[in-house]
């Protein structure tokens, strides 16, 4: 009889618990006036674009020694990533850590996922967001030269095919391959057209089976290979990128459209210090949980980095400005359980690694205290450099961010 008194009081005092909490999340939604994401834009309604644009995607062909596709980096086993803290790009083989034992040039930053990357809200791209919507603008390292791209993601998405690491091959000098050698030193918008005119010749030229097909699918998407530019090659890609990497609807999408079980207990908790004391959204807000600003958490430098070894100055590199040092573009959170290591460099392991960076950053140094607690002058510059914003989380205990990582895990 005690032990059904007490059951039934455990059952009052949990459902009031959760009546509770989805009473202070129903306050949370209306303070922050939270939507679910609307998965469905943009509505793709031209198959022929999209289908091109997976070819592309697919082919190596537009790679300089022929040996890499998009689809090297972007897996849909590792949630459209590589799984990887580095990538590796040129003469790489095999999928995920493999990658690693094959030889290939190091991509000096964590692969990004696509997931959601056609959604109207995403408005810049990259780590340093060196593409990026500006008013009515899309500016990117061509300046305003190149006219003609559908959204930001379609400049976004012919970035790779200019980068030696990623496309191009690495030894320019001895011009290993047809692509390099009309490529030779230019750079900017001069590198854009020599890219663009090199991969048109090899599309037009090239009879193989697969290069046939291809030409086939740019024609029927209506462009002609004879006048194929990096333009059209940008705009098929963001179609079938939008397409196919379209944002899911999550659990918590389910649970703001009224199914209050969609969530645990956990996770309804995870989801009130997000919004409350932990400040998560004061940089990763919106839809797609990012302000779409840049931000520095004092990431740790890794072994390598593109502006010099243990060294990655973020936004810095694209506007030259002092203040943009060591920040990155707050990253989107939808889909993120799925695409660990995390951070620009890929340095934490965990989710739980790099949410208690954000409030702690020392943990992670005394953790891998042989590697890093080695250069204490690195480690202060980037202390210097984190946002003021970090100091106002007020979370304690593991058990807060273990719950935090719960909430992340439904989103
Ligand atoms: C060698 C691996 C590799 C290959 C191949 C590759 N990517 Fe990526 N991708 C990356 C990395 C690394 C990043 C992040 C780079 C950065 O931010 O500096 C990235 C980022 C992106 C982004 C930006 C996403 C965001 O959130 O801003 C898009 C879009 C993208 N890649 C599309 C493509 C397309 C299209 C291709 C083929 C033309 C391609 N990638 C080929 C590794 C790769
Ligand atoms: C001041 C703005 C800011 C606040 C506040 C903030 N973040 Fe971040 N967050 C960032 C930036 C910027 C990065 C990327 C840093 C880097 O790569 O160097 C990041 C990275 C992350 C990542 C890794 C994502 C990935 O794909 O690699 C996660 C997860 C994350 N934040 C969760 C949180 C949580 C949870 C909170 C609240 C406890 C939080 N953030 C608070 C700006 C912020």
Known sequence: MIILVLLF?????????????????????????LQPKNCGVPIIDNRARVTAGRELFESKI????????????????FGSTDGLPLAIGVGGDGEGKV????????????????KGRGHPQFKAFFWDGKAQQDG???????????????????????????ERDEFLGETSYLASNDIQAKVGDKVYYDKYMAVGEAIRSRI????????RALREKLSAAG?????????DIGNLLAQFIADEFRCEESNWDRYLKGDLQALTTRQKEGAVLFFGKGRCASCHDGELFSDFEYHSIGTPQGEFGPHSRHRDIGRAGVTNRLEDLYRFRTPPLIEVSSTAPYGHNGV????????????????????????????????GKLMGSRD???TTIDLKSKDEIEKIVAFLKAI
């Open 99 to 114: 990658r690693y034992q094959n030889g290939g040039v190091l991509v000096q930053r964590n692969t990004l996922s696509l």
């Open 62 to 77: 537009l790679s300089g020694n022929k040996d890499i596709s998009c689809r090297s980096c972007h897996l849909d086993r």
């Open 9 to 33: 009081t455990l059952a009052i005092v949990t459902d009031a618990w959760a009546l509770d909490l989805d009473d202070q999340i129903d306050l949370i939604k209306k303070v922050y006036n």
């Open 348 to 379: 934490f392991q965990t989710l739980e690694e790099v949410v208690t960076h954000h409030y702690n950053p020392m943990e992670f140094y005394i953790k891998h205290r042989d590697y890093y607690l080695i250069d204490y002058y690195r480690i």
């Open 388 to 390: 003021k914003l970090l």
């Open 136 to 162: 009515q603008r899309i500016v990117t390292q061509f300046g305003n030269y190149v006219t003609g791209f559908e959204s930001p993601l379609a400049a976004a998405a012919i970035l790779p095919l200019v």
């Open 223 to 231: 462009i002609d290979p004879q006048k194929l530019e990096l333009v």
């Open 204 to 211: 037009i030229n090239s009879n193989d089976a697969s290069t």
